[in-house]
C-alpha cells in the first residue's frame, strides 16, 4: 500500500507570530537549517522556506538579539565581533534577514522527516509539498538509492527513525514520486514522497522474508532487463550485525505486484569483489556495465541478467595482482617489466580503497603520482581522501562527475567535493569543495541525474546530515539524520579545474 500519510495542519495564526525569513542575499530565496539564537540560547532553525514562528512568552514586544549562523553561509560581525541582528519583536510582525552563500553549492530543502514546512505553515504561508508536518510517521532516514523504475522514481533508505517509538525501522523503507516530466515537482521546488505503510501508517518493510533480528541495508541499485527482456531492479543487500560487521549478503529483486524487494542470490561472504554503493551505467567498446563507486567507480559487471549474479565476473579496477586481496604487511602489488604500476580491470581482485592507498604511500610503497585516484584540492593541492559518494556522466561537462565526501581521519563527514575525470576509471586530479557542514556530518552524498536541467549544467544533489560520528554533541531538531536537497549550477566559475 502506498500513502501519503501525515497530522492534519493546524489553522495557521499569523497574528500570533513574529516571521523571521531568511534570505539568499543573491537568490532572495529563503535559505533552510539557518541557526538563530538569543542572548538567552533560546535557538531556532528555520524551515524549508527559511521561515521561523517566533513566539517566545517574555519576549514578544521587545527588541531582541539574534546570531545569525548557518553551515556554508555568512552574516557579517558588528564591532564586537557578534554575526547577528536586533529585531523589533511584535506578535504578527516579520523582518527579512539576508545571509550570504560561501557554500559553490545552494541548500534547497530538507526531503524527509518530520516538520519540514513547520514554521511556514504556523505563519500561514504556502508550501510545495503536500505532506509539510508528518508523512508516513518519518522522523528521519538514512542514506538514500534511487532509481526510475516503471516510469517512477522510486526512493529506498537504510534505517528510518519513527515517532512512536525510539527504535524505528531498520530494514529498508520505501516510496515513489512522479518524475517533473510527469506531474512531479520541479526539483528546485521539492519532492511529493508517497511512501509505502503499513497497517499503522508508518513506513513498512520493503525486504519483509528477511525476518532477522539485524538490520539490513541495500545498495548497488540498479535496473537492467532479464532473460525474457522484461526491466528488472535489483540490489545488493546487506545483512548487518553491527555497523562494521556484515553477516550476510547478496542481490534482491523488485517484485512488483507485492511492492517488496525479494532474495534473488546470495553471495558467500568471502567474495573478493561484489556490488557496492552508487550505480551508474557505462558503455565500453560497445558493451553494457555496470559500475559501482566505491567510493571511485572502481568496481564493474556485466550489465546483463547472468553476470551480475555471479561473484566471479565482478572486477576491480586496481593495482593489485589478479587474484590477490588487500594486505597491508605485504601487498602484491602489480608492475610490469620497467617496474610501472599495472592499473587495470581484473576478476575476482578487488580496488584499493582510499584508506588502503594512502597507507601504501606512507609506506613508500607507491607514490601518489602512481594512482588514477589521487583526487587533491585544486586550490591548495592539499590531498583529498574520500569515503563515499556517486559518479554520473554530465552532458554539459562532457565528462563525468563526482559528488564525494571527504573522510580521511582529519576531516569529519561533512566536507562535499567535486571532481571530474574524461573517464570513469580516471585519472581523478583536481576537486573542489562545493560544501561544508561546521562540526557535523554529511554522509553519502548522491547526486540524482534523472534530475538534471538545462543539459546537466544544473544537477541536483542530497546527503544524510546528522552529529552521529562528528562528536558535535547536539543534534539539529528536525534536521537530525535526514536527508537535505543541494543544487549545483556547473557553470559557476569557482567550478574552473586547472588545466
Not at 535557538?43 to 514586544?61: C, K, Q, R
Not at 510582525?93 to 552563500?101: F, L, Y
Not at 576491480?316 to 617489466?337: C, H, I, N, V
Request: aromatic share 12%.
Amino acid at each position: 500500500m502506498t500513502a501519503c500519510a501525515s497530522a492534519a495542519p493546524p489553522n495557521p495564526d499569523p497574528a500570533r507570530y513574529f516571521t523571521i525569513e531568511v534570505l539568499d542575499e543573491s537568490t532572495g530565496r529563503g535559505v533552510p537549517l539557518v541557526e538563530l539564537k538569543t542572548t538567552s540560547s533560546i535557538t531556532y532553525y528555520t524551515d524549508s522556506n527559511g521561515i521561523v514562528a517566533f513566539d517566545e512568552p517574555g519576549l514578544m514586544d521587545q527588541r531582541v538579539f539574534f546570531f545569525v549562523k548557518s553551515h556554508g553561509y555568512e552574516f557579517p560581525k558588528d564591532g564586537f565581533g557578534f554575526a547577528g541582528v536586533a529585531l523589533d519583536v511584535k506578535p504578527g510582525g516579520g523582518a527579512q534577514v539576508k545571509v550570504k552563500r560561501i557554500n559553490i553549492a545552494e541548500r534547497l530543502y530538507r526531503i524527509t522527516g518530520g516538520g519540514i514546512y513547520r514554521d511556514s505553515v504556523l505563519v500561514g504561508r504556502k508550501v510545495p509539498i503536500k505532506e509539510p508536518l508528518l508523512n508516513a510517521q518519518v522522523l528521519g532516514q538514512d542514506s538514500v538509492f534511487a532509481s526510475v523504475y516503471k516510469g517512477k522514481v522510486r526512493w529506498f533508505w537504510g534505517d528510518t527513525n519513527r515517532v512512536a517509538y525510539p527504535l524505528g525501522l531498520f530494514a529498508v523503507a520505501g516510496a515513489t514520486s512522479d518524475l517533473p516530466s510527469n506531474r512531479g515537482l520541479d526539483p528546485g521546488v521539492g519532492v511529493n514522497l508517497n511512501y509505502f505503510t503499513g497497517e499503522d501508517g508508518f513506513a513498512r518493510k520493503m525486504a519483509p522474508l528477511f525476518d532477522q533480528p539485524h538490520p539490513l541495508w541495500i545498495d548497488g541499485l540498479v535496473t537492467l532487463k532479464d532473460d525474457a527482456g522484461r526491466e528488472r531492479m535489483v540490489a545488493h543487500y546487506s545483512l548487518m550485525k553491527s555497523l562494521g560487521e556484515r553477516i550476510g549478503r547478496g542481490l534482491v529483486v523488485y517484485n512488483d505486484s507485492t511492492d517488496t524487494f525479494e532474495k534473488l542470490k546470495e553471495f558467500d561472504l568471502s567474495i573478493p569483489v561484489g556490488p557496492a554503493g552508487q550505480a551508474l551505467r557505462v558503455s565500453v567498446d560497445g558493451v553494457d556495465y555496470i559500475y559501482f563507486c566505491a567510493p571511485y567507480p572502481c568496481i564493474r559487471v556485466r550489465a546483463d541478467w547472468k553476470s551480475i549474479q555471479d561473484p566471479a565476473q565482478y572486477e576491480g579496477y586496481t593495482s593489485l595482482a589478479p587474484g590477490s586481496t588487500y594486505e597491508k604487511d605485504s601487498p602484491k602489488l602489480e608492475r610490469d617489466a620497467q617496474g610501472k604500476l599495472v592499473w587495470a580491470w581484473k576478476k575476482s581482485t578487488p580496488p584499493i580503497t582510499p584508506a588502503q592507498q594512502s597507507e601504501l604511500i606512507k609506506a613508500g610503497l607507491m607514490k601518489r603520482e602512481e594512482s588514477p585516484q589521487r583526487l587533491q584540492d585544486a586550490d591548495t593541492k592539499a590531498p583529498v581522501q574520500l569515503h563515499g559518494g556517486s559518479t554520473h556522466w554530465n552532458d554539459y561537462r562532457k565528462r563525468y562527475v563526482m559528488i564525494a565526501q571527504q573522510g580521511n581521519g582529519t576531516s569529519h563527514l561533512g566536507e562535499i567535493w567535486y571532481a571530474e575525470s574524461e573517464k570513469p576509471e580516471g585519472p581523478w586530479v583536481n576537486a573542489k569543495k562545493i560544501v561544508t557542514h561546521e562540526k557535523m556530518d554529511f554522509y553519502n552524498p548522491t547526486q540524482h541525474r534523472f534530475f538534471d536541467q538545462d543539459g546537466g549544467r544544473v544537477i541536483y544533489f542530497e546527503g544524510t546530515y546528522t552529529n552521529t560520528f562528528s562528536g558535535h554533541p547536539t543534534p539539529t531538531p528536525r534536521y537530525e539524520y535526514n536527508q537535505i536537497m543541494y543544487r549545483l549550477d556547473l557553470s559557476d566559475p569557482r567550478l574552473k579545474m586547472p588545466p
